[in-house]
């Protein structure tokens, strides 16, 4: 029997990934504590500036927002009502934190629930429609595909968000920011790049070492500098949990076993948080994630679909786990793009489709999006401009089917959508999908999937639709006010008071 070297096989795939980061300048000779000696050479020089009667890196208060990339609502509940998260458990419980038992503040992620589309609406304080990063796989402007989960398109994300990001809209302000996250490599005054050994994870899948590599260096930065020095934001970035729910599923007795030994992990980083406060330190701790998963067991091979159409090089589609996004000839009609909306809803395992119909002319008037189900019905979301907290519209939701039509009387803000949402009550649905289609570049037309289906085959769990497992998130805080009610995580740094109140 012949026998394989492995090595001969992955060691050139992780020379290629690794090279990946170099050619893009996104790895350099990267250790544990390279963040803290970063941070440390912009102090020396803001000591210097203050010296001169200009401005200063230090500051009162510290926001630290860990975000646990793919962390549902089911496998925080379950971990917590086992008792596995001991950590967690009381650092974030009374009398300084929002967990009580096994029960915590929702929020709702962005649509379409995945990475790259939450994790900018987290770290700019924007809506998609304020940010038009729209899937982790977009349509650029040559009608090519740019797949922001490839390492080589890093540098356009930050091209297309740098400006909008708290790291920039601090380092205006004179003040410091932190950022352990890879994709957002550049905004911050110190950042975590990538090691070889962080290059080789990322290649082979195993997550677990790029999470231990972002601990270790945050547990030395937040040890070597004094807390009075801490920057206004810490953004941390943490991926193996998600990792781990795509191959093993959701909710799986190997995702608790990933956040258990997450949670243990977190103890140093509490401690220096916990010593921090002692010392007088304002430290805000938000534990939050961008995405809940659900078991897919089916695909829908939609792209093989679509290329039978007659139309089908007029139509433009981009395939993101489980959604799938469409534009349009710009010449059908409205009823064409209807019919297509209701026959594309009529493939087997597709649950719904929702089609832009039109946007308020010039500001004027109502725009609608229609949402046509398999089963023949069809809800409406009617809007118009009108001043309001999270958007500068109001909403009205109606449902019909061949019986009846139910819905609302009026118009009323997105906040309310939010507020009312929990994991029976879908009301996140209105102000979700109103986000997505006012965004400049948005599709007319999306596909979502029964909640056990997707349209890519690769996971025993999946993210993109619109369930409530994959929007509302858990949001754990220590010393911050959130409040109790369901709100955007857009919306989670002006909450935490690093952009302003003013409306985005």
Request: aromatic share 10%; hydrophobic share 35%.
């Given at each position: 029997m ?26 350099g000779?990267?250790t ?13 020089d ?11 890196l ?10 646990v ?9 379950a971990?917590?009502r ?15 934190g929002n ?7 929702l929020a709702?992620?962005s ?21 038009g ?11 090519e ?10 540098k356009?994300l930050?091209?297309?968000?740098s400006?909008?990001t708290?790291?920039?809209?601090l380092?205006?302000?004179g ?20 090691s070889?050994e ?26 070597s ?24 599923g ?11 030994i ?14 921090a406060e ?10 939050t ?16 679909l ?9 139509l ?7 959604v799938?996004s ?18 594309f ?8 489709t ?6 308020p ?18 809800a409406r ?17 109606t449902?019909?089917?061949?019986v ?5 009387s ?16 879908y ?9 997505y289609?006012?965004?400049?570049k ?23 639709g619109?369930t409530?497992e ?25 909450k ?9």
């Amino acid at each position: 029997m012949r026998h394989f070297d492995t090595k001969s096989i992955i060691r050139p795939l992780l020379c290629a990934v690794a090279t990946g980061f170099w050619a893009y300048g996104l790895m350099g000779c990267a250790t544990s504590n390279g963040v803290a000696h970063e941070y440390r050479e912009a102090l020396r020089d803001s000591d210097d500036l203050e010296s001169n009667g200009h401005t200063t890196l230090k500051g009162p208060r510290t926001s630290l927002v860990i975000m646990v990339d793919g962390l549902g609502t089911s496998t925080l509940r379950a971990g917590l009502r086992a008792g596995q998260l001991p950590e967690i458990t009381r650092f974030f419980s009374a009398p300084h934190g929002n967990l009580r038992g096994s029960e915590f503040v929702l929020a709702r992620g962005s649509f379409p629930t995945l990475t790259y589309p939450n994790l900018v609406s987290l770290v700019t304080g924007r809506a998609v429609d304020g940010h038009g990063i729209l899937g982790n796989r977009l349509l650029g402007d040559e009608g090519e595909i740019i797949d922001f989960e490839n390492v080589l398109n890093w540098k356009k994300l930050e091209h297309k968000i740098s400006p909008m990001t708290a790291f920039s809209v601090l380092r205006n302000r004179g003040q410091a920011s932190v950022s352990y996250s890879y994709p957002l490599f550049n905004g911050g005054t110190a950042n975590q790049r990538p090691s070889f050994e962080v290059a080789a994870g990322y290649a082979s899948k195993d997550y677990d070492v790029v999470d231990i590599y972002t601990l270790e260096s945050l547990g030395m930065f937040l040890e070597s500098t004094p807390a009075h020095r801490w920057p206004r934001f810490i953004f941390v970035h943490l991926i193996n949990v998600d990792g781990v729910e795509h191959e093993k599923g959701a909710n799986t007795p190997q995702v608790l076993e990933a956040l258990r030994i997450l949670d243990r992990r977190l103890a140093p980083i509490f401690h220096w948080v916990r010593k921090a406060e002692n010392e007088g330190h304002h430290t805000d701790t938000v534990l939050t994630s961008d995405h809940g998963f659900v078991n897919v067991s089916y695909q829908i091979p939609i792209e093989k679909l679509v290329a039978r159409l007659p139309s089908a090089k007029e139509l433009k589609l981009v395939v993101d786990n489980r959604v799938a996004s469409m534009y349009l000839p710009s010449g059908w009609s409205l009823r064409t793009r209807r019919e297509a909306a209701r026959e594309f809803s009529q493939i087997s395992k597709i649950g719904w489709t929702a089609l832009r119909q039109r946007l308020p002319a010039d500001g004027e008037g109502i725009g609608r999006i229609s949402i046509f189900y398999a089963n023949g019905s069809e809800a409406r979301i009617d809007f118009k401009n009108a001043q309001c907290d999270y958007g500068p519209w109001a909403a009205r939701y109606t449902y019909v089917n061949k019986v009846t039509t139910r819905g609302q009387s009026g118009f009323h803000c997105p906040e309310i959508y939010d507020e009312l949402s929990d994991t029976d009550s879908y009301t996140f649905v209105v102000s979700s999908l109103l986000e997505y289609f006012r965004a400049e570049k948005s599709p007319d037309l999306v596909l979502v999937p029964d909640d056990d289906a997707d349209f890519s085959g690769a996971y025993r769990g999946n993210h993109g639709g619109l369930t409530s497992e994959e929007v509302l998130v858990p949001m754990l805080a220590r010393h911050a006010r959130l409040g109790r009610k369901v709100f955007p995580v857009h919306r989670l740094l002006h909450k935490l008071e690093i952009f302003s109140e003013e409306k985005q």
